[in-house]
């Protein structure tokens, strides 16, 4: 099994672009999680899917965060316009989705915006 | 307050020495309990689950108190490997059967030689 993929691992933008963060969860796995970490917070769940549906975004900073899952095995984090205090590192996770089971990461992207 | 608490550490322990961490959790609809391991730069990977039973798992031993809403990992003879960051987790129940992971700040450990 390959794993919970993350594209790109390093991201470096510019205030104000718009970044994609993408993930593909292992197959098979019917949730997916957004989480943040940086030193001040932590990890930050930002978002959660359940078979394709968004569940609960109540971790999602502001408007200029959003998520999408349009299929089991794709789904993106997008934040537009991008601010040097979204510097961070954005993890993706999957799991089977029941509430006794743990989830899977993938390797992350550092996403730095100057 | 945070919904998962753990104190920052660091931990700092010769090789050998058998170190404790804690956690408390303030929601009691929580489901299931994990001891996460995250190296630096890295992800964070499931060292063990933790059952009402108390388990082991050969030098680790975690335990879980639902009245106090308690959650602790005992590590014995620590090696310079054990150096990391342990996440303590909780899944709390969410809607119909699924499940939201909730993370701790995690507590940081440094095994000296």
């Known amino acids: 099994d390959a794993g919970v993929i993350q594209s790109p691992r390093h991201e470096v933008t510019e205030m104000g672009q718009e970044v994609t963060l993408r993930c593909k969860p292992i197959s098979g796995h019917n949730s997916l999680f957004w989480y943040r970490q940086t030193m001040m917070r932590g990890l930050e769940l930002l978002i959660y899917f359940n078979n394709n549906v968004p569940i609960d975004d109540s971790g999602m900073p502001e408007d200029r965060f959003s998520a999408k899952m349009p299929n089991a095995s794709f789904s993106t984090l997008k934040i537009q316009p991008s601010e040097p205090r979204d510097s961070a590192v954005y993890f993706c996770a999957s799991s089977s989705g029941s509430r006794y089971t743990e989830a899977f990461f993938g390797q992350g992207t550092r996403l730095t915006v100057v | 307050r945070k919904e998962v608490e753990q104190d920052p550490g660091p931990f700092n322990v010769p090789e050998g020495a058998t170190v404790a961490f804690n956690c408390t959790y303030s929601?009691?609809?929580?489901?299931?309990f994990f001891w996460y391991r995250q190296d630096c730069r890295k992800e964070p990977k499931l060292l063990m689950s933790v059952y009402s039973s108390g388990n082991e798992d050969g030098r680790f031993t975690a335990q879980l108190n639902r009245a106090s809403q308690y959650i602790s990992l005992l590590i014995r003879d620590s090696k310079l490997s054990d150096s990391a960051t342990y996440l303590c987790v909780v899944n709390r129940a969410s809607q119909g059967n699924t499940g939201k992971l909730i993370f701790g700040q995690g507590t940081t450990l440094q095994v000296k030689p």
């Open positions: 929601n009691s609809a929580s489901q299931s």
